[in-house]
């Protein structure tokens, strides 16, 4: 802002310069160029000064009226230091036109020509120290707000997150009670050894609310592992994944969830068991997870549009809400010869 001042400076010095030259009197002296510019430069000097002043007393509630008095007091003030100051200048590049009555008369009448302009441009500093501020405020909030909304979006990820976990970790355990009061010590060994592989895999993890589709899918495979030691004759699974998608980013725990609903609506209430399907594909700027099971199905009153409700399937739009807001969508619709299909579509990127 003191910087600022050259512009007034230089268009001063011109000025000086076009009167002479429109009114046909003699070009001006450089030393009269350098007042008529300088005594502008003078205000540069105040500048800072008036900005520490218009920060310690702002026009604000509830002591506007005060600091109103303080800053015209202030401006009279400055008004005359501007004076006084451009009569020393006046006096040390052109003394010759120190009109009679030496320097305090000079002064007075500096004074009474600089007053009216001098308090304008004092408030309009004011002024601009009150934008500059509350533009600097106002970006801070904003920052503080998108800081604010950031750390309360992720803990909103991390309980979701942390519902997660537990659900597939008490169906595992379920799982090898089963096995154990079967006295199939053998299969609950393998499921063991699974559950250690996938907890290490989960914990490895550091709650990251993203994974490579290359992790989600070896989380899956390992899940699949435990199922098919508790239904060895009865579950298949099936992938068809395009390789080159491996790096692509999906949601933690989103795909395992679904073939977890796979097996246990769909496999588990067969008698005979059946197929799992899990088919990746790239379409457009879009990711699309299609998990298939050819098992009785969803109940015939749910609803057509592929929004089935249901506490895990909820807790995965959320998340997906969350993470990527309207961008992707989790659908979960009957077969049209039966079975249930649960097709979950994310923006496509790599991690």
Known sequence: MAAAWIGPAVLGAVNEYAQRALSGDTPPRLAALMFAGGDWLLYALFTPIVFVLS???PLTRPHIVRNGTIHLA?????????????VLLRKWLIPETIWGGGLSGHFVSWLFITLPFGVSV???????EHAVRYYDETRAREMQMARLAEQLAGA??????AQFNPHFLFNTLNTIAVLVRDNDREAATRIVEHLSE???RTLARHRANEVTLDEELELVRQYAAIEQARFPDRLRVTYDVDHSLLGAAVPGFAIQHLVENAIRHGIARSTSGGLVSIDVRRVGDDLHVTVTDDGPGIDAGAPGDGNVRGHGLDLTRERLRALYGDRASLTVSRGPGGGTIATLRIPYRTL
């Open 55 to 57: 920060h310690r007393w």
């Open 74 to 86: 202030m401006s009279l003030f400055f008004c005359a230091a501007w004076a006084a100051v451009g």
């Open 198 to 200: 996938v907890l290490r």
């Open 122 to 128: 004092y408030l309009a500093v004011v002024g601009i």
């Open 156 to 161: 909103q990820l991390a309980a979701l997150q």
